[in-house]
Each structure stands twice: as C-alpha cells, then as structure tokens.
C-alpha cells in the first residue's frame, strides 16, 4: 500500500477534482459530511488523508484537523498544500504526520471527535 501510494502521490492529489476520476466522489462525499459531522470547530482526525484535501476542505469550514498516512510522500504533498492555503485554514491544520491507520495509540482516547477514514481500511 505504501509502495503504490509513494509512486502515485502527484496524481493522488489532484484525482478527486477531476471529472472522470472522483469528481462525483467528492460531491457525494461532502454532502454526507456536512450532514453528519460535528458543527466546527470540532476536533476532525483525517486518519489516511493523502494528499491533505479533505483536510484543507474541513479546516476551510473551522474544524480542528489532523492528518495522518502512511505515506511520506503524500504527507509531503499535503505539508505543501497547508503552508500555501489562506492563513486562516492552515492554521486550522493541527498536525500533518506519519502514522498506521490501524495502530492510533499516539492519540489518547477522546482526542477527537469525529474521524475521517475514507481509504485505509478498502484494502
């Protein structure tokens, strides 16, 4: 999983904004979270968050968020995108960090109250 995700990091990016990759995923799945998460300024960890879009899309709407992968190269990918967002999103963007979606013990229990967890557990 690492592997892929190291080679494919540019293009995992951009996949959900276009068209004929994960535009329609990222409409349905934005519906869905403006439904049923915590309103802001909830504590959101992005537990396989890539690329950092779904965090930047929550810290843009003031929710506390941390961003946690696998991957170093997608963790670089989104480090990037954080320190080029408005000052007043990034600064929603608690923590960008390695760790294994299934081993969350680096985070006391009640840390959070919602979790993202969109991709890690597919395979």
Same mark, same amino acid.
């Given at each position: 999983? !690492?592997?892929?995700?190291?080679?494919?990091?540019?293009?995992? @990016?951009? !996949?959900?904004?276009?068209?004929?990759?994960?535009?329609?995923? &990222?409409?349905? =799945?934005?519906? @869905?979270?403006?439904?049923?998460?915590? +309103? $802001? +300024?909830? %504590?959101? /960890?992005? *537990?396989?968050?890539?690329?950092?879009? &779904?965090?930047? &899309?929550? $810290? =843009?709407?003031?929710?506390?968020?941390?961003?946690?992968?696998?991957?170093? $190269? /997608?963790?670089?990918?989104?480090? *990037? %995108?954080?320190?080029?967002?408005?000052?007043?999103?990034?600064?929603?963007?608690?923590?960008?960090?390695?760790?294994?979606?299934? *081993? /969350?013990?680096? #985070?006391? *229990?009640?840390? #959070?109250? $919602? /979790?993202?967890? %969109?991709? +890690? #557990?597919?395979?």
């Amino acid at each position: 999983m !690492r592997d892929y995700y190291e080679q494919s990091a540019k293009r995992e @990016a951009g !996949r959900l904004s276009r068209p004929a990759d994960g535009a329609v995923e &990222w409409e349905l =799945h934005a519906r @869905a979270l403006e439904e049923y998460l915590p +309103p $802001a +300024p909830a %504590r959101i /960890l992005d *537990d396989g968050g890539g690329p950092g879009s &779904w965090t930047l &899309w929550l $810290a =843009h709407r003031g929710y506390q968020v941390t961003l946690t992968d696998l991957s170093p $190269a /997608l963790l670089n990918v989104a480090r *990037d %995108r954080v320190a080029q967002a408005p000052q007043r999103c990034a600064g929603n963007v608690e923590a960008v960090m390695e760790a294994d979606e299934c *081993d /969350l013990s680096a #985070f006391p *229990d009640d840390s #959070f109250d $919602a /979790l993202l967890c %969109r991709g +890690p #557990f597919i395979t």
